[in-house]
């Protein structure tokens, strides 16, 4: 009998310690809810109430100072808010944020500063939080640690690069500090800012950047760089377009059936590649009047050749060029085929040659009309004493008749001449 009035006394203890638990459990969940419920309505008088509940729970005092901050009710109080949140969990960059913007308002530099450091060192790697201290240090004028941060946000949100390479530019204008302090070590990020570079007609920079992504030796589209060669075209950058060109091919191997040789300076004279449209390779614009196609069933070598179909309206060429590094005072020899079907009008295709920025005329070759075999064209010439690029085109001369029918071209070519 003693045994089981001892069990009964323990049956009973253990399930008042259960009853006892599951009552603490239930008066603190209780508190959490009632707490959750008062802080959620956003109301500023319920929230004082929801800390009270739970007086250890940051987000509780963030969200008094943010509520403070906004109704303007108090500043001091607010930062008080925050001090206290960023106390109770200093590994929480948005409160630290949050407080580093209300001493903002109250013209408290120093302590912004203070605050916007330890957001960063609570969230070393979140790119809104890097983006946050980098603009603080920006209007400080504190270049070097704008441009530390600018780099965790170029690292780590692809939405924000132009965004953040615009303003690192606009702080610095120096495309080598650029790239030291905020560029990594990224194909992709590089290209970006030759991207803005180009845009901007900054060919110095350019050209910075340009090096710097060759000497990475990693490996990216051809077609990526293509503006840039645009840009030094433009500004008669040749011997740089040259060599770039050249660095271009072995990034990216696919781009090697685009260099010239000593035999042939025009670039897929054969149409045998695709168009890259830019580069050293050929340009066009496909005019709904003067329709451009590579023809693989009609060619007079390899495999393909390039088509223009005009349908009866008048164009005043066919928008196909490229351009052509040559020496200056130098004999060259041109050469091209071509064959045309029912060309009808009064002033028919024709090859030329001029200065890429003079326009000065070195070739222009007869027209061609009616419906003709692959015929050859042949010109020599000597450029001039101040060339270095030359523009190969096909053009109409005069170019307002209206024409009709269509024309092959293929096997251009063009060579120093032999003595």
């Known amino acids: 009998m003693q ?9 009973f203890s253990f399930a ?13 969940a209780m508190r959490a809810c009632i707490a959750s ?12 109430k929801a800390i009270r509940l739970e007086p250890t729970n940051a987000e509780y005092r963030d969200l008094l100072g943010r509520q403070l901050a906004l109704s303007g009710a108090s500043l001091n109080e607010a930062i008080s808010a925050y001090r206290t949140a960023v106390h109770l969990n200093p590994y929480e960059a948005r409160y630290w944020l949050d407080l580093a913007a209300a001493y ?9 500063a203070e605050s916007t450091q330890r957001a960063v060192e609570a969230d070393p ?3 809104h939080v890097a983006w946050e201290a980098a603009n603080f240090f920006l209007v400080q004028g504190d270049r070097e640690k704008a441009l530390r941060y600018f780099r965790v946000v170029l690292a780590n949100d692809p939405e924000a690069v132009d965004s953040a390479l615009e303003l690192c530019w606009r702080a610095s204008g ?5 790239l030291d302090q905020a560029l990594p070590l990224r194909p992709d990020l590089y290209l970006s800012f030759l991207r803005l570079l180009v845009t901007k007609q900054e060919v110095a920079a350019a050209e910075i950047v340009w090096n710097r992504l060759i000497g990475l030796q990693e490996p990216f589209s051809a077609k990526l760089a293509l503006p840039y060669f645009r840009l030094l075209i433009t500004k008669q950058e040749v011997a740089a377009a040259k060599t770039g060109w050249q660095q271009l091919s072995k990034v990216d191997a696919s781009l090697q059936p685009y260099l010239a040789s000593s035999e042939n300076l025009i670039v897929n004279g054969g ?3 695709n168009l890259l449209n830019g580069g050293f390779d050929w340009w066009y614009q496909s005019y709904s009047h003067a329709a451009l196609a590579i023809d693989t069933s009609e060619f007079h ?9 005009f349908d009866g309206q008048s164009v005043p060429g066919v928008q196909l060029v490229q351009f052509i590094p040559v020496r200056p005072s130098t004999a060259y020899e041109f050469s091209a085929e071509s064959r045309t079907e029912d060309i009808d009008t009064a002033s028919g295709p024709r090859f030329a040659l001029v200065d890429a920025y003079t326009n000065h005329s070195y070739v222009l070759t007869d027209d061609t009309l009616g419906t003709t075999p692959w015929r050859l064209q042949r010109a020599r010439f000597q450029t001039g004493p101040n060339t270095s690029l030359l523009l190969v085109k096909i053009v109409r001369d005069p170019p307002g008749p209206l024409i009709r029918g269509k024309l092959w071209i293929d096997d251009v070519r063009l060579a120093e001449a032999a003595n």
């Open 301 to 309: 070598s390899g495999t393909r050749s390039l088509s223009v179909t």
């Open 37 to 48: 419920h008062q802080a959620g309505s956003l109301n500023l008088a319920k929230i004082p």
């Open 125 to 127: 790697t979140t790119p």
């Open 271 to 273: 149409f045998e590649e």
């Open 104 to 112: 903002q308002f109250a013209g408290r530099i120093g302590e912004q």
């Open 16 to 28: 008042a310690a259960c009853l006892v638990a599951v009552g603490l459990y239930l008066q603190f």
């Open 174 to 178: 120096d495309a080598a500090e650029i």
């Open 3 to 11: 045994i089981e009035l001892r069990s009964r006394v323990w049956r």
